[in-house]
């Protein structure tokens, strides 16, 4: 009886090493796990806060929604753009046909999960969507390239905001090294600009009117991103490393998020518009009480770019990143409850309202309570932890709201002050005729005054003499 349980459990044995041995055999022959994947699938978790942010509308770039009905117009706009960069730069239809095919199992391992298209599907992939974009950017960058009445620039139509929505997507994303060879085989000297330009660069002119992109400088860290959702990522990130408190300290306190703008300022805290253009430089001067936040430009490609961004935070390397724009917005939708927190911050300049009328400040306020929906995030990798407990801390004592009160008082004083030099250099010294006018009758008055308390005081000592 031993002996047949034995038996049996060795051939019980001998099946699963046969099992997995098939199985390693698949994995190691899949192009798809050659390379570490950098573009992932958004989680149905947060796809039902807003399916559309996450959705291509116009055009499907890479493999993942290439053959969705919907985007097949633009199929032929890849097309006439490939045919015109080959024919603008001489370059060989078969040059081009060796590079994709050279690439395709790269491409194919830059995926999360299984890339269904065939070799062949792939790597037209590669050609058309590929060039697509090296062109698309080309004519953005050097208008002089352009067709006359190209429409797909025309920044107030829905074909040019709809491409925008689109290359903002995790999961519509060609690997950047693509783009970054086929630059290679440009030749623009024939534009005499003098400057040769990276991907990096075009790219960072194309996403200019995106979050704070325009305002902000290329970095090394840039020039590491392997699609331009990453290129957004690293150049909209921190300039430093933030120091997150450490666990057990931050265990020890009873940690809360800080109040709305509305209630800040009516515990006397003064809001200003910061003049650095990282976004992440928020700061609270606790001895004037003063709270300073970088300008951010909301439009409507503000949510696609947030969230899309949040989503890679979470999915890439499998949650590796910092949450760092995950706690930028955490932190805006706690400064904005209401369309009256989101009309402060547009007074005092820190938001510029783009969206349209009606309702345009309840669009801002929605907006920032929404993003984060679906998303958990721990106080530990909450970028602005010690902000928080600076404004949590600022009680609303004599003291605090004396010096905040003096500081604003001061600050009224000295715009009220340039104000007033401006109206009298216009108005009463813009020539030596009328500087010399005012400074006699100033001289005048001075003397009338000098001679009523002569006689006031003359009056009062004949009184004491009597």
């Not at 055999?25 to 978790?45: C, E, G, L, W």
């Not at 490939?82 to 391992?109: D, N, P």
């Not at 993003?371 to 605090?400: I, P």
Request: proline fraction near 2%.
């Amino acid at each position: 009886m031993k002996s047949v349980n034995e038996g049996s459990q060795t051939l019980l044995a001998e099946m699963l090493v046969s099992s997995f041995d098939k199985k390693f055999d698949k994995f190691s022959a899949d192009p798809s796990y050659s390379y570490t994947a950098s573009i992932y699938n958004v989680s149905q978790t947060l796809r039902k806060a807003n399916e559309k942010a996450y959705t291509p509308k116009l055009v499907s770039i890479g493999p993942l929604h290439h053959d969705e009905p919907q985007l097949q117009g633009m199929e032929a706009f890849k097309l006439r753009f490939t045919h015109k960069f080959l024919t603008r730069f001489g370059i060989g239809l078969h040059t081009i046909a060796k590079f994709a095919a050279k690439e395709e199992s790269f491409v194919r391992g830059c995926y999360e999960g299984t890339v269904e298209l065939a070799p062949k599907q792939l790597a037209e992939v590669i050609v058309l969507d590929g060039i697509f974009i090296v062109e698309l950017f080309l004519e953005n960058y050097f208008i002089q390239l352009r067709d006359k009445f190209e429409i797909i620039f025309d920044t107030d139509s829905w074909m040019f905001n709809d491409l925008m929505h689109d290359m903002l997507l995790l999961e519509n994303q060609l690997p950047i090294r693509i783009m970054e060879s086929l630059l290679n085989f440009v030749d623009l000297s024939f534009l005499n600009e003098g400057t040769m330009v990276s991907i990096y660069d075009l790219a960072h002119k194309f996403f200019k009117n995106i979050g704070n992109t325009s305002k902000l400088a290329l970095t090394a860290r840039c020039n590491q991103a392997r699609h331009f959702v990453e290129f957004l990522l690293f150049l909209h990130a921190p300039r430093e490393k933030h120091a997150a408190e450490p666990k057990m300290q931050l265990a020890s306190k009873k940690f809360e998020y800080t109040r709305s703008v509305g209630e800040l300022v009516k515990a006397g805290v003064v809001l200003r518009r910061g003049e650095d253009r990282c976004l992440f430089e928020v700061s609270f001067d606790k001895d004037k009480g003063v709270l300073t936040i970088p300008k951010l430009t909301v439009n409507e490609s503000t949510e696609t770019f947030f969230r899309n961004l949040i989503a890679f935070e979470h999915l890439g390397y499998y949650g590796y990143f910092s949450k760092n724009i995950t706690s930028y917005v955490m932190l805006m939708d706690r400064f904005v409850n209401t369309s009256g927190d989101v009309r402060l911050l547009v007074k005092h300049g820190i938001i510029e309202n783009k969206f349209d009328k009606p309702a345009r400040s309840r669009k801002v306020a929605d907006l920032f309570n929404n993003l984060h929906e679906g998303v958990l995030t721990e106080v530990n990798d909450f970028y602005f932890t010690g902000l928080c407990g600076d404004l949590n801390e600022y009680k609303k004592s004599r003291c605090d709201q004396w010096k905040a009160s003096w500081f604003r008082w001061r600050m009224k004083l000295r715009g009220k002050w340039v104000g007033w030099k401006v109206t009298l250099r216009r108005d009463y010294f813009s020539n030596p005729w009328s500087s010399l006018s005012v400074s006699a009758a100033i001289v005048l008055l001075f003397l009338t005054v000098v001679q009523t308390v002569c006689s006031i005081l003359q009056v009062h000592f004949h009184t004491i003499q009597l």
